[in-house]
């Protein structure tokens, strides 16, 4: 597997060559949602729809997300968030019936290029779920799965001392590596799942409302870990919480749902997208003042 | 109590006394109608229990009285023979298993496969796949001469033409129980609940790579469950092996899966069953009895595995 190794090297080579041309290319688009912000750009959307049978879930989604920051999705119930994420790692494709549309540029590069592998894109782009699911196997078995499967190199009991320690789990569970992940609690399994992401080294994490199962302890520890690896990790996270968006992302976008002509199919649609501490104290659409500050929704 | 006559307590006294009685009554009387429906409902669901029991317990408590006397180790040391003293099942079990051991080589690549395939891979918006499906479960109800006599057309003579040979019996008791095995497999692949499908495919495992190192090892009880019930059937069957040339008073143990004479469990006890002399059913009882210990270790098995390895989602 050095090949895959060779293509991780390839596309960090690839963004940092990237990075002058991209950091101008911002500059240059001053009307986009980026608001010309100088930072690296790690995903351009331009004109994003989700659709299920036809029918969009989402819609003119358009924004740029960067490059070690946390990005926050919210918005109320519906309104597409989970569906929108899941475009990053190609999860949708596993949808028979999901077709995207528009453009997804990851470090330059078409996401949904015609060569384009999603098996590969996801090695690049990992996810943690809503519900923690970790594997029905052993605490160091669920780590190990990754770098295995991915054919990473290296001493694997190192490999997964340090995600352990990555995911602030090492602590708790360093003597009972053998057991099974389904004695842990559910925190614990929900760190367990980011530390087995974090395992695999990839450029970007999604969380699509990873602490909603989660107690406010747990949920913490979470966005404590959080804090601490988006130097090395970029983060795109969907939350319902508002206060969570607020405490730790950088970023955030705000979408709404929309009820078509029929008033049988609704859609997501981004109404705004700016830094964090703007969206929460001075937005400038009024539905995101009036969802922010507890409104409406 | 207090000492003094107060009405005003008392009035509160009794409205209490009242409630409570109110409030026993309704939690005791259940309206009588309710009741007898309840009632009647129990004691039918009870009768169907106690039909199903009875014939069991009939069936074992006979195969037990009649074959008792001829009940030793010498049944399953002995080979056939047309003398009952000397008579025991060594070629039939051995013939069994034989049998048995081809049906495994046989049905789990073959179902395993086709499970994985239904459940992973086919899409079921097509209507060919539907088609697959919906004949499996048609097959797993056909009945089993039947696959007797496409075994004899097809295996016997026909395309394969292998002759009367174990081979032959092996492949078509494995015809036989194969949607049985599929249907399990599948239930058991569809159990894995597909948040582990995601996780390790947001890994950057292939399809394949999850298939293997995911969800299979996460099915395989349930799968070796519907494996090891599927054979308990093929053992028991004679039907078709009768079709298929399984000979019966032979002395000869199977030695290879060509080996032409060859005979099961089942097919030795319904002809023993059938002969006039009394000592030959006697034996065609001890037979059923060394069967039924077979197949009820065999499904303890099965249930035994099912809790062990059973994962809680």
Request: charge should be negative; aromatic fraction near 6%; glycine fraction near 8%.
């Amino acid at each position: 597997m050095t090949e895959q190794e060779r293509r991780t090297e390839a596309q960090r080579a690839g963004s940092e060559g990237d990075r002058r041309g991209l950091s101008q290319a911002i500059a240059v688009e001053q009307e986009r949602p980026s608001k010309g912000l100088k930072r690296e750009t790690l995903f351009e959307l331009e004109d994003v729809a989700v659709l299920y049978d036809g029918n969009p879930a989402v819609r003119e989604i358009t924004f740029d997300v960067f490059k070690n920051q946390i990005t926050a999705l919210i918005g109320p119930s519906g309104c597409g968030k989970s569906t929108l994420i899941r475009c990053f790692n190609r999860m949708n494709d596993l949808i028979p019936s999901a077709t995207v549309e528009g453009k997804i540029l990851y470090h330059g590069e078409d996401l949904y290029g015609p060569k384009v592998d999603p098996v590969q894109a996801r090695k690049l782009i990992g996810m943690v779920f809503q519900k923690p699911n970790p594997f029905p196997k052993s605490i160091y078995d669920n780590i190990a799965f990754g770098p295995r499967t991915l054919g990473m190199k290296g001493d694997m009991d190192e490999i997964v001392e340090r995600a352990l320690r990555r995911g602030a789990l090492w602590d708790e569970v360093k003597d009972r590596l053998g057991d099974n992940a389904y004695g842990m609690s559910g925190g614990q399994q929900q760190r367990l799942c980011i530390a087995r992401c974090i395992a695999v080294e990839p450029d970007v994490i999604l969380m699509d409302e990873p602490c909603s199962a989660l107690d406010p302890i747990s949920t913490g520890k979470i966005e404590d870990l959080m804090m601490e690896i988006k130097d090395d990790y970029s983060i795109v996270i969907v939350t319902h919480n508002m206060q969570q968006a607020a405490r730790v992302s950088d970023m955030t976008a705000f979408l709404i749902v929309e009820l078509d002509a029929s008033e049988k199919n609704r859609t997501g649609r981004i109404v705004e997208y700016d830094e964090t501490e703007k969206i929460f104290t001075n937005p400038s659409d009024s539905r995101t003042e009036d969802y922010v500050t507890g409104k409406v929704g | 109590m207090s000492e003094e006559f107060d009405p005003r307590t008392e009035r509160t006294r009794l409205a209490v006394a009242g409630a409570r009685s109110a409030t026993m009554a309704a939690l005791r009387d259940r309206p009588t109608g309710e009741a007898v429906r309840s009632r009647i409902f129990q004691a039918l669901i009870m009768f169907a229990v106690s039909v199903a029991l009875l014939g069991l317990a009939a069936l074992l408590i006979d195969a037990f009285v009649e074959g008792e006397g001829s009940l030793s180790l010498n049944l399953l040391t002995e080979p056939t023979s047309r003398d009952a003293d000397n008579a025991g099942f060594r070629t039939a079990i051995l013939g069994s298993l034989w049998l048995i051991g081809g049906v495994i080589l046989l049905v789990v690549p073959l179902g395993v496969g086709a499970a994985i395939y239904l459940e992973e891979y086919a899409n079921r918006e097509r209507w060919w796949n539907r088609i697959i499906e919906l004949n499996i479960q048609n097959l797993a109800g056909v009945p089993s001469i039947v696959y007797g006599i496409l075994g004899l057309a097809f295996i016997v003579r026909g395309p394969l033409d292998l002759g009367f040979v174990l081979a032959a019996g092996s492949m078509t008791l494995g015809l036989l129980v194969l949607p049985t095995v599929i249907i399990a497999a599948r239930e058991a692949i569809r159990a894995v609940p597909p948040s582990i499908r995601e996780g390790s495919l947001a890994l950057g495992a292939t399809q394949w790579q999850t298939v293997r190192r995911q969800v299979l090892p996460a099915a395989v009880p349930g799968i070796l469950t519907g494996v090891i019930l599927a054979i308990s059937r093929a053992f028991g069957e004679a039907a078709p092996l009768l079709l298929l040339g399984a000979a019966t008073f032979i002395t000869a143990d199977p030695s290879d899966p060509f080996s032409g004479d060859f005979t099961a469990l089942p097919v030795l006890i319904y002809e023993e069953a059938k002969q006039a002399q009394p000592e030959l059913r006697e034996l065609a009882a001890a037979g059923i009895i060394v069967m039924l210990v077979v197949l009820l270790a065999m499904n303890s098995f099965a249930i035994w595995l099912r809790n062990r390895y059973e994962q809680k989602w």
